[in-house]
């Protein structure tokens, strides 16, 4: 990390004195007196300009760059880049894994180039939560979290190990050992401090707690005042190596917030609305604010919930200000007293502190009134695709009419049996055809729309008290009217921390969440990310038998398709409440608004108004949840398990590499970095790899979930003597990229335009006609040392801030992407990877330049020249030899990012300056 500004312009250093420590901070208030008014700047932009007068250096950060960021308010808007360092780094473990390895083999280039291989190492703190390996391979029993523990400490024994050298090789680096909780809840009730503190040559520092992760729901923290958004593992990694993070000064979308929640509203039903509000609004690459009398009533763990779903919404980040109610949080979490009246002081005397009437200059704004919030669900494929709770039947049908989903057999009972509405498909005539499966002795009909994942699961809802009690008070109520889960749904509960259990059982609630099978199945993200496990076989039979189009339910923050199950075509997101109830009622054709869960023990019909907890309820339970918890869970939050702490490692400077390995592989990315960069070139004679459509997700891009034993990866795994049983997920292996690069564009739901639309990984092979998987085509046109390109259209790169999305796109050789717009992380990620990031201008898109895939494309104007949003040309040549052009506006948007494109992508820039220090 630089060393904090000895050039001051502004006359900003000042000692600020709390509990009888005097601190050191950069005054937002002095450099007024110079820079003008700041009193109506954002809340979010003034962690930027602190950010800023500490790190002055005439080089990075000029008077200007300050300057420009005060001035913003008169525009509301700006064209500045700025160098932004943030205090720390988070990661997890999937995308931790491989930016240790980039570590490592950075060190190991180092050690080959003969430096020091301990330049490389960590600058800034890194915390890394071991909280994305867990699968729900058991569920609905007593035993289950400790058999799917043992199961995890088996399959990722090598990568525990890798991370174990890790910790033990770089400094200001920590790992939270799995079975702890994920990451962003470790972070907001643990690891962040609102107000960050540093000794330096004899002085400590006080400024705002910032941070980058390795997971785009790193916005989560925003809840709790600390500005922190999702960077892919390749910027995170720089960040940590000393490399500040360029970026524009963004619009700032002021959202108010007015009333209050009505009575039965749970604050996922809040942060749906918003993620669909905003989504509306378009505020991709911009920070929202949330600001308004109404967060007087809005809890922190609501604020968290929203903040947590950033992504979905498009933002960059979703800030909320310091107040009493973060203090509050504070104490309830117990976080060190000192500490929070630093956080007091500090707010106050630095103008971050929310008051009544606020109303900072925004670029734009919009109003919710809170009261007019309704119970919704987000599906079925979208975060962003609210959907009313009654409405919920109408659009599962709309979704298989659209054909989004095509399903097949079986008409006869979904008009006359479990309600909503039906879908249109085949009759069965006997009963013997109708779909059904066989378990434990006994037989059930599986329908369309039958719920198979009910999962409470992932950081947005399990970090709230509320929505969790809620959920345990609804379970208590259904077991006392007699109802019980449906046989064919998979129930789950993996809290995003230890405390959550501990203020179940303190609510006497854990026995009725158990009696319906929402038994603990692990700490971590599970089902969210895809880890839900498989389906007990005879339901998965029957549906792949029957081509069945069935749903899940969760409580996550992602429902794309593909991602949850690949078998579970529609997936729902919803309160952890609702949750609980779609697992009764086991369909998502039923308005459970109007029609019964299912029968009591009377025979009675029990509505979901039955057993739905009232605020007062819910209120009376929230008691349960104490200080002395969090000081338990988290007093040896380090530590680990007997099974952790067994775990034998190598003491060494640099990784000694088992070429044997399946999980962790020395990376080929800095095999040259000891000769001069290549110049930049034109790009000639490209083959287009594939032509995809709007909101392709990193999900569809990168290696995620379950690896088949029939794709480019199986066929390595099993060629180096792994079983499929043992395959486990393309997340675990994130440190080999022989298996990534094989998994790359394999999604099952990934839709190449090439072949018509059909789902799966596979291209046509340019000219032979040949159709192949992604990956064998790639390596083909390798031999033929002929580049690729990727032909997209609107958002490409939506979703989680997956590396291996731009790493696996270089390593197939593609040289582009043309898009018609790109995520923010992932279009960052390719740049770090020298990988170009081109948009399609003046309209024109993939269709109206009628881009079939088997065009041969020319890109002129690229040279070591290249500046940010420069024009370059593209030639067409068709396959009947006519040629066109067309133009595209080049993505490498900063400075920084063309020093990154040149050295050949960020991590080369900085071990290529650290060889040469």
């Not at 000794?199 to 400024?207: I, L, M, V």
């Not at 800030?319 to 504070?330: H, S």
Request: contains cysteine.
């Amino acid at each position: 990390m630089a060393s904090y500004s000895k050039i001051n312009s502004f006359n900003a250093l000042k000692t600020l004195k709390v509990s009888g420590r005097n601190y050191q901070i950069f005054s937002l208030a002095q450099a007024e007196k110079q820079l003008g008014d700041l009193a109506q700047l954002p809340k979010s932009l003034k962690v930027l300009l602190e950010n800023l007068l500490r790190f002055e250096d005439n080089h990075t950060v000029t008077q200007a760059h300050i300057q420009a960021l005060v001035d913003w308010q008169k525009t509301k808007t700006s064209e500045q880049e700025i160098q932004y360092r943030p205090a720390r780094v988070l990661m997890q473990d999937f995308t931790g894994v491989p930016a240790v390895v980039d570590l490592a083999a950075m060190r190991a280039a180092m050690a080959k180039a003969g430096g020091d291989p301990e330049k490389i190492n960590p600058l800034s703190p890194v915390d890394l939560v071991i909280d994305h390996s867990v699968m729900v391979d058991h569920f609905a029993t007593d035993d289950a979290f400790e058999e799917n523990v043992e199961i995890e400490m088996q399959r990722n024994g090598e990568r525990y190990q890798f991370l174990r050298w890790g910790q033990s090789a770089f400094n200001n680096f920590s790992v939270v050992p799995p079975g702890t909780g994920i990451c962003h809840q470790v972070n907001l009730e643990y690891l962040a401090q609102a107000v960050w503190t540093n000794a330096e040559q004899g002085h400590n520092y006080a400024f705002p707690d910032t941070l980058v992760g390795t997971d785009s729901h790193t916005t989560m923290i925003n809840g709790l005042g600390v500005l922190g958004w999702g960077v892919g593992g390749i910027e995170a990694e720089a960040a940590m190596l000393g490399q500040p993070i360029s970026m524009l000064i963004p619009e700032v979308i002021g959202f108010k917030l007015t009333g209050k929640l009505k009575e039965g509203i749970t604050a996922t039903d809040l942060v749906l609305t918003v993620t669909q509000m905003l989504r509306q609004k378009g505020v991709v690459g911009k920070f929202v604010e949330f600001y308004g009398d109404g967060l007087a009533d809005l809890p922190l763990a609501d604020r968290a919930t929203i903040a947590n779903m950033a992504p979905e919404y498009g933002a960059t980040c979703g800030f909320f200000p310091v107040d009493e109610i973060t203090l509050e949080y504070m104490r309830l979490t117990g976080r060190d007293p000192e500490r929070i009246a630093l956080v007091e002081d500090y707010s106050k005397e630095q103008g971050l502190w929310r008051h009544t009437g606020d109303e900072p200059v925004f670029t734009d704004t919009l109003t919710l009134d809170m009261a007019s919030v309704e119970a919704s669900l987000a599906g079925p494929k979208r975060p962003q695709d609210r959907v009313v709770l009654s409405k919920v039947p109408a659009a599962f049908q709309a979704a298989v009419e659209l054909n989004l989903q095509p399903a097949k057999p079986e008409k006869q009972r979904l008009e006359n049996e479990g309600g909503g509405t039906a879908v249109d498909v085949e009759e069965s005539h006997h009963e013997s055809d109708r779909p059904h499966f066989e378990l434990d002795g006994q037989r059930y009909d599986l329908h369309h729309g039958d719920v198979v994942i009910s999962a409470i699961t992932s950081c947005t809802n399990t970090s709230n008290p509320s929505v969790m009690l809620a959920a345990g008070l609804l379970a208590k109520k259904a077991i006392e009217k007699g109802l019980q889960r449906k046989p064919w749904v998979k129930s789950s509960l993996a809290p995003g921390s230890k405390v959550v259990t501990e203020y179940l059982a303190a609510a006497g609630l854990t026995p009725y969440l158990d009696q319906l099978g929402y038994n603990l199945v692990g700490y971590g993200c599970t089902t969210c990310i895809g880890n839900s496990g498989p389906l007990p076989d005879p339901i998965e039979a029957a549906i792949q038998k029957y081509d069945l189009n069935v749903a899940s339910v969760l409580s996550g923050n992602r429902n794309f398709e593909g991602r949850v199950h690949p078998l579970v075509k529609t997936n729902w997101l919803a309160s952890p409440p609702l949750v609980v109830a779609y697992g009764l009622a086991g369909t998502i054709r039923k308005d459970l608004t109007a029609e019964p869960l299912g029968q009591g023990k009377n025979g009675e019909d029990i509505y979901l108004k039955d057993i739905w907890p009232s605020s007062a309820e819910i209120a009376a339970v929230l008691q349960k949840v104490d200080t002395e918890m969090f000081h338990k869970e988290y007093a040896d939050v380090f530590e680990g398990d007997e099974s952790w702490q067994s775990i034998q490692i190598p003491h060494s400077k640099t990784y000694e590499w088992a070429d044997d390995s399946t999980y962790i592989q020395h990376p080929p990315f800095f095999e040259k970095i000891d000769q001069p960069p290549e110049p930049i070139q034109n790009i000639e004679h490209a083959r287009i790899l594939a032509v995809l459509g709007d909101s392709v997700t990193t999900d569809h891009i990168s290696p995620a979930g379950n690896i088949k034993k029939d794709s480019p990866a199986g066929r390595y795994l099993q060629e180096n003597g792994i079983e499929p049983k043992d395959f486990n997920s393309y997340g675990s292996r994130r440190g080999n990229h022989e298996v990534m690069m094989r998994g790359t564009f394999a999604n099952i739901r990934i839709k190449n335009e090439m072949l018509g639309g059909e789902e799966g990984g596979n291209t046509l092979h340019i000219p032979s006609g040949e159709k192949l998987a992604i990956y064998d085509a790639a390596m083909r046109y390798a031999e033929e040392h002929t580049p690729l390109v990727i032909v997209a259209g609107k958002e490409y790169g939506t979703g989680s801030s997956r590396d291996w999305a731009a790493k696996g796109t270089n390593l197939l050789g593609v040289k582009a992407v043309i898009a018609e717009s790109f995520e923010r992380i992932h279009r960052s990620n390719l740049v770090g990877m020298g990988v170009l990031p081109l948009q399609f201008v003046d309209g024109q898109t993939r269709q109206s330049l009628n881009l079939t895939g088997k065009e041969e494309l020319s890109i002129s104007g690229l040279s070591d020249e290249i500046q940010p949003h420069q024009q370059l040309d593209v030639s067409v040549t068709r396959e009947d030899g006519s040629t066109e052009s067309f133009k595209v506006l080049c993505r490498i948007d900063t400075l920084n990012e063309v020093e990154y494109f040149k050295a050949g992508g960020i991590l080369h820039y900085v071990l290529r300056n650290l060889i040469a220090a």
